[in-house]
């Protein structure tokens, strides 16, 4: 049963996704079951795993060291599954390993695992977004600590991850993470941090995977991220612009974990004619409120009164949310999909080692319109279907809104 267990972790391990997280932003985040596309992507990047040693085998827990099979690269493959559970992973991680890095590199000791936790509760009282779950937050863990949770935890990963869910069980705050890395961080990374949305290939685009006119003039966006305006602002431009004069936009959002509230702001622009107030942001270190109001940016914007779609999965998070709310709440989108993930409170990354990392709500955003966010709640389809279906279902909702053709080799009309 124990060999059986630990197969079973294995695949799911090797089938996982990591991302990095989005300091002073909205959080990307990678969420339970990440998108089969994404999965087969890694295969295909990777060819698959070799493992090269296992570091430590138990029946609901599993270390070991991977090969790539087409590159070479080693990585460290952490994981756990629930007790009485086999297919239920509560931990999932694969950490690279370069030159220099080996299974010692995860080791930690009491003393790391009590610098960590009482720096950890230190940050958290100095701005985590509620005053009074940081203390209840605090109270926690240091309960743990005293009757020995911690005491047989010795990989930097798996303290982390452990950390996290029981810092995540008292705020049930999805964007507060503790992370680990096995090579020492240098300031250089901690700034990469705050200041960078995550890094993109050319590929990738910024996050707008695809952009296409579909029939009927109906047109699609398959939109990834919500990265800096600075470095992705003329692709998002380009996108934007060359949708401007469809009759009806699907948005897709259902592998969107998050981004930046600027490129929200700024693609929403796009959307609007007018100058609209999106959302705020409440800073509890400052006690001030931040603005995003729609703007002027360069190109064509969309038609007034041409319908957008949104399509939403529960992988959808903190940024993409945000997105889907103001517009829910301005009455310029219908939603279609499942209920997003339910993170509305903006992260920045501090340093609390050399080796350990945390992610600090340090705000919340207020909807003009509601007063209030998602947090805890996601944002609720107009439509609810299977994420599988949202694009199939949006698409036969566009086609019912046409009218009756208007004549040989014209476009329908549309029913408003």
């Not at 910024?206 to 305006?229: I, P, Q, W």
């Not at 612009?241 to 969107?256: E, F, G, Q, T, Y």
Request: with cysteine; hydrophobic share 40%; aromatic share 6%.
């Amino acid at each position: 049963m124990g060999s059986m267990r630990a197969h079973i972790l294995a695949l799911t391990l090797a089938s996982s996704t990591l991302s990095a997280q989005t300091p002073s932003a909205f959080a990307r985040v990678s969420l339970p079951e990440s998108p089969v596309d994404t999965q087969m992507a890694r295969r295909a990047s990777t060819g698959g795993y070799y493992v090269v040693s296992v570091e430590k085998s138990e029946p609901s827990a599993l270390e070991a060291v991977v090969r790539e099979r087409i590159t070479g690269n080693r990585g460290y493959l952490v994981g756990e599954i629930a007790p009485g559970n086999e297919l239920e992973a509560i931990q999932s991680a694969l950490i690279p390993m370069p030159q220099g890095i080996t299974p010692d590199s995860f080791k930690i000791d009491r003393a790391t695992r009590v610098r960590v936790i009482h720096d950890a509760i230190g940050k958290l009282d100095a701005d985590y977004v509620f005053p009074d779950v940081a203390r209840k937050m605090a109270d926690a863990v240091r309960s743990r600590l005293e009757h020995g949770d911690y005491d047989t935890v010795t990989n930097g990963v798996t303290f982390a991850s452990l950390l996290t869910r029981h810092l995540r069980a008292v705020s049930h705050d999805l964007h507060l993470t503790v992370t680990f890395s096995p090579a020492r961080l240098s300031d250089a990374d901690v700034n990469g941090r705050r200041t960078q949305p995550g890094h993109f290939t050319e590929r990738e685009r910024c996050g707008f995977m695809k952009v296409e006119h579909r029939e009927d003039n109906v047109g699609y966006l398959k939109l990834n991220s919500f990265a800096r305006t600075d470095a992705c602002a003329a692709i998002a431009s380009a996108a934007m612009s060359s949708l401007a004069d469809v009759d009806a936009l699907i948005v897709d959002l259902r592998d969107n974990g998050g981004g930046m509230p600027a490129m929200v702001a700024y693609v929403s622009s796009y959307l609007f004619t007018t100058r609209t107030h999106l959302n705020d942001l409440w800073t509890r270190r400052t006690n001030r409120t931040e603005e995003f109001w729609t703007h002027d940016v360069p190109g064509k914007k969309l038609r007034d009164g041409t319908p957008v779609y949104l399509l939403t999965s529960a992988r959808t998070f903190s940024g993409a949310e945000e997105f889907a709310y103001d517009l829910k709440s301005l009455k310029r989108a219908t939603i279609v999909g499942e209920t997003t993930g339910g993170g509305a409170h903006p992260v920045f990354t501090q340093r609390i080692t050399d080796h350990f990392l945390i992610g600090v709500p340090y705000a919340r955003a207020i909807n003009p319109i509601t007063k209030t966010n998602w947090e805890g709640t996601g944002v609720e389809p107009d439509v609810r279907v299977p994420a599988a279906e949202a694009l199939s279902v949006a698409s036969k909702m566009i086609a019912s809104r046409r009218g009756p053709a208007s004549g040989p080799g014209r476009r329908q009309p549309w029913l408003h």
